[in-house]
């Protein structure tokens, strides 16, 4: 006996088993990937009420001076992003911004920047399930420039450019992280190219706003230095002022 499905489980069915409905979400998703970061995006947004939970994730929605957004923690990972990002899409939000972190591939990024994605090295193992090796994966140009330009008006040390998204933490070697630079890559993260990618899939608008961590060049870690802490709070503030710059606000 054959399969019976074209596809066993697809993001449709998904959402349709949390029980999301367009209706239910905003234009706008606010897409952090720990639980705690999320739970400091949702004391910024008001009244925000929860779509659901399922496993680890949670989704919520509220506003933001009127404005209707979604917050969820949607993965540290490629595996479970492509997951939640699924359900962002078949829920039908517009424009979606992923809040993460990155290590820096430039010994002139520091620890506690932060990093606008314009454009994705695929080093995920999910996307090549969606799209061939020639695929572009490409941040929304108009969500993008907002992030840069707030960060800009804020002060804020800010870069953009290309990334390269892994998912061998562990296996970031000198031959790999150099051959990487070579295509342009100036930060290294975990999540942005099946975001962005499976957007794009959609024909939905993503972007993406990196705290810097660590520095792959130097060897610095800075997971415990008050300038990522820093980092990691400014980009909530710069995804949800863009959020209203976008809107018109």
């Not at 999301?20 to 639980?35: E, T």
């Not at 992923?98 to 990093?115: C, H, M, P, Q």
Request: charged content about 25%.
């Amino acid at each position: 006996m054959q399969m019976l499905k074209d596809v066993h489980l697809t993001g449709k069915d998904l959402t349709e088993m949390v029980q999301l409905r367009p209706q239910d979400v905003g234009k706008y998703a606010i897409v952090p990937g720990p639980k705690d970061r999320l739970e400091v995006l949702l004391k910024k947004i008001e009244n925000p009420v929860k779509n659901f939970t399922f496993m680890e994730y949670s989704m919520y929605t509220g506003t933001v001076e009127g404005i209707k957004v979604t917050a969820i923690n949607g993965g540290r990972f490629s595996t479970d992003t492509s997951i939640t990002t699924e359900v962002m899409c078949n829920a039908q939000i517009k424009n979606i911004i992923r809040v993460g972190t990155a290590g820096s591939l430039d010994e002139n990024i520091k620890v506690g920047d932060i990093f606008v994605v314009d454009e994705v090295i695929r080093g995920d193992g999910v996307t090549p399930y969606y799209v061939d090796k020639d695929f572009k994966t490409l941040a929304d140009k108009t969500i993008s420039d907002t992030l840069y330009n707030i960060a800009k008006d804020m002060g804020i040390a800010v870069h953009r450019g290309k990334a390269w998204t892994t998912d061998a933490l562990l296996r970031e070697t000198r031959e790999i992280v150099e051959a990487r630079r070579k295509e342009g890559a100036g930060a290294v993260d975990m999540v942005s190219s099946t975001l962005l990618t499976i957007a794009q899939t959609y024909n939905i608008k993503a972007g993406s706003i990196l705290a810097v961590s660590d520095n792959v060049i130097t060897g610095e870690m800075g997971f415990m230095n008050p300038l990522y802490y820093m980092a990691e709070s400014n980009i909530l503030k710069i995804a949800l002022e863009a959020v209203k710059r976008i809107e018109g606000k």
